[in-house]
């Protein structure tokens, strides 16, 4: 008996938890992404799960916390009643040396549909800088913008803590944005207030977030910043009248204040999502018996939309009114009170027992999880990340039988590359995702260590230029990463193989070169522990459908500590890309990057392969075989006709030049990859903007037969042969 009734006892204490839980998804479809609710109208995945595409969200599981996205965006928190979404915004920045230099900005920009637009209410453009000046446009309608300018010569004219418009200012956003591009511009290159401030940034956010302080503007831009701002949404750009039953039962519909739309909400009584078919449900105003509307000797009764108080057998009076409720008559024993209890603590024991036939289940497969895990590394993968600050450890983890699906069961259709460690899949994820998968051949520790490699440096980089990595997957007998699909192949395929019979055009060949050299700088310099990719090639640089570079496969790569500057290790690479000093001398340097990648500017000017057993012994190295023509004043012999054909004389003669010093023997001797990517940044923009206005019979002498001419202080002498001082030709394009 005590044991029965410390059951009923346990029973009735969790009764209130066992609760039905209101929904606030589609049947079936995922209800929240880390901590944040998705309730429908939004939803992942199956289009039954969203009300229209508008409203489609993403959940990136492999980051921790996973982090909730839509059109890019993540998201912050989303609100029914209030009709508001709240994101995170990246922030402009732009970043300047102290002799002025201007690092690439970080221009920071919003889009979406119709349905969302950015509450003037709720937000305000602020701006951060003492040489700044700044724009948030209308990216559909460029004359429609706001802005603030901010100018300061010391730390001394700036107000800490109010932002008064000098270090900082700001400025209301206009009504019905849904499309933004911030922009931010300085007068002065940061050069008179560089020691205190050598940047400027600026966003929107919401106006009760961000509090100013001097020490704002100490910001170096070392890494990107972003902030929360709040987007309103309607359901559809129409009134309620219009609309008609548009929300679900037991729910009101309401125009939003500008008139641009209608939101639903659920009718005093109910609570839930207005949104879906079974609309709002009734609340049960008498479940919580530690909170119970009615007096003491009242029994609740819930009704539709409300509930009633009436007294129990034995007593009279009102039910609802404290301190004057029932008034005690005769009272019987309440059989049916304590048989209908019995019922119910019956039917609680059972769902406990299921509870703990689940839990136990559960635990069996997260022991399970748990040895592979450790078998494939991933305890190994786990100390590195942790061991590294700020950066987040890698949580999401693909189950076999998920790629196994996305794969075709990794079937030999699927494969679209092989490389040194291993096979790379195409597939095709649940949610739709186009992925390419990669797979080790061998599980040996070797591999292990090259796996763990892999993922911890590709963790911890995010540039535009850099192939993301979305996961990985420790259930297997060999490890596995999932990447983003690139769709374009390699760069290595347009130049060489036989199935591209159109070339890449000059104009691309440039910009692919720039953005390589931009995402190898970042590796080097910007990135918080310095990484060598040690591998660069046109075979690791992917192309998507609009011939964008992504740098790949970083197998090989190492972190740098910031305290060292060079590293003893195994020669790892490939042949005709290597760096001979490195292959002699067994140290690498973010030099040996650098030599990598004058291969790669050589092979898009000429079209040639890295090594090719056609040319003369002497020259089956095409970096020999480059150095060697320069010398010879043959340069335009061996460039690719079409580069020929299409480029600027002047521009080929600047990328040769660069690609020279990259090649230099000595590795101090050649320049940073920052150096490289703002050169080549500077080759693109004459494009546009021509730089040259130099004697085309010495150009034609540069890039042609040998003749009588030299360069000394960029200008031209006679009677001695360029050679080694053909570098000097740079200074007329400068």
């Not at 029932?326 to 059989?335: E, N, Y």
């Not at 078998?375 to 949580?395: E, M, P, Y």
């Not at 374009?488 to 000059?506: A, F, Q």
């Not at 970083?554 to 001979?580: K, N």
Request: glycine share 8%; proline share 5%.
């Amino acid at each position: 008996m005590m044991s029965w009734g410390l059951t009923i006892l346990l029973l009735c204490l969790i009764a209130p938890a066992a609760a039905e839980v209101v929904p606030f998804a589609m049947p079936g479809c995922r209800e929240n992404c880390g901590s944040i609710s998705i309730p429908y109208p939004f939803g992942i995945g199956d289009p039954t799960c969203f009300k229209n595409p508008s409203f489609e969200l993403v959940c990136n599981d492999i980051l921790h916390p996973p982090v909730l996205t839509i059109s890019d965006i993540p998201i912050l928190n989303i609100s029914l009643e209030e009709g508001l979404v709240k994101i995170s915004l990246p922030q402009a920045q732009d970043c300047y040396t102290e002799v002025g230099f201007r690092y690439p900005p970080l221009s920071s920009w919003f889009s979406k549909g119709e349905l969302f637009t950015l509450s003037q209410k709720r937000n305000i453009f602020t701006a951060i800088g003492c040489d700044t000046i700044a724009f948030v446009t209308d990216s559909s309608d460029e004359n429609l913008a706001t802005g603030c300018v901010s100018v300061c010569n010391s730390l001394g004219n700036v107000t800490d803590g109010v932002c008064s418009g000098i270090g900082c200012c700001q400025s209301p956003i206009p009504t019905e944005l849904n499309n933004i591009t911030i922009s931010l511009y300085s007068i002065y290159n940061h050069t008179r207030c560089f020691s205190f401030n050598p940047c400027s940034y600026a966003f929107v956010a919401d106006q009760d977030w961000f509090n100013f302080s001097r020490s704002d503007l100490s910001f170096s831009g070392d890494r990107p910043r972003t902030a929360p701002a709040v987007l309103e949404f309607v359901i559809e750009k129409t009134t309620c009248e219009e609309a008609g039953n548009a929300c679900g039962p037991n729910s009101n519909c309401s125009t939003s204040t500008n008139g641009s739309g209608y939101l639903c909400h659920c009718k005093e009584g109910y609570q839930g999502n207005p949104y879906l078919p079974q609309g709002c449900q009734d609340i049960d105003e008498c479940r919580d018996i530690h909170n119970n509307p009615c007096v003491e000797e009242a029994r609740c009764v819930n009704t539709n939309g409300s509930y009633s108080c009436s007294c129990r057998h034995g007593y009279r009076g009102d039910g609802k009114v404290k301190g004057k409720g029932c008034i005690r008559g005769t009272k019987a024993f309440p059989v049916i009170s304590v048989v209908g209890g019995t019922g119910l603590s019956i039917l609680f024991l059972l769902a406990c027992v299921s509870l703990l036939y689940y839990t136990m289940k559960k635990r069996k497969l997260i022991k399970l999880r748990q040895k592979f895990f450790q078998q494939n590394g991933g305890l190994l993968l786990q100390q590195q990340i942790s061991s590294r600050r700020g950066v987040s450890d890698i949580a999401k983890i693909f189950s076999e039988e998920d790629l196994k699906k996305a794969t075709n069961n990794f079937g030999e259709s699927q494969v679209i590359g092989q490389g040194g460690y291993g096979m790379v899949y195409k597939g095709i994820l649940p949610d739709k995702r186009v992925v390419a998968i990669k797979k080790s051949k061998i599980m040996d520790k070797s591999q292990i260590l090259q796996f763990i490699n892999e993922v911890g440096i590709l963790s911890q980089i995010n540039h535009r230029n850099v192939v993301k990595l979305l996961g990985c997957c420790f259930e297997t007998e060999v490890p596995l990463l999932v990447y983003e699909f690139i769709s374009n192949g390699t760069l290595y395929e347009h130049l060489h193989n036989e199935d591209h019979t159109s070339s890449i055009p000059w104009e691309s060949r440039l910009r692919i070169a720039s953005e390589t050299a931009g995402a190898l700088a970042y590796l080097h310099s910007a990135h918080s522990i310095p990484v060598l990719h040690r591998d660069m090639k046109t075979a690791n640089i992917l192309l998507d459908s609009n011939y964008i570079a992504k740098v790949s496969d970083f197998g090989a790569s190492r972190l740098v500590p910031t305290d060292q500057t060079q590293m003893t290790t195994l020669v790892q690479g490939t042949l005709g890309y290597l760096d001979p000093e490195c292959f002699h001398t067994g140290q690498i340097t973010d030099k040996s990057d650098v030599y990598s990648f004058g291969v790669v500017l050589v092979e898009l000017l000429t079209g040639e392969k890295p090594l090719s057993p056609e040319r003369p012994p002497e020259h089956k190295s095409l970096a020999m075989y480059f150095l060697s023509s320069i010398k010879e004043n043959r340069l335009f012999e061996i460039l690719e006709n079409r580069v020929l054909n299409e480029g600027n004389k002047e521009q080929l003669l600047a990328v040769a030049m660069l690609a020279k010093r990259c090649l230099t023997v000595k590795g101090e001797e050649r320049p940073t990859m920052k150096e490289v990517a703002a050169e080549l940044e500077g080759v693109r923009k004459s494009q546009q903007h021509p730089w040259i206005e130099g004697n085309q019979e010495e150009t034609e002498h540069f890039l042609g037969e040998p003749s009588n001419y030299t360069i000394s202080n960029g200008n031209a002498t006679g009677q001695e042969s360029l050679g080694d001082d053909f570098i000097l030709a740079i200074d007329i394009a400068r």
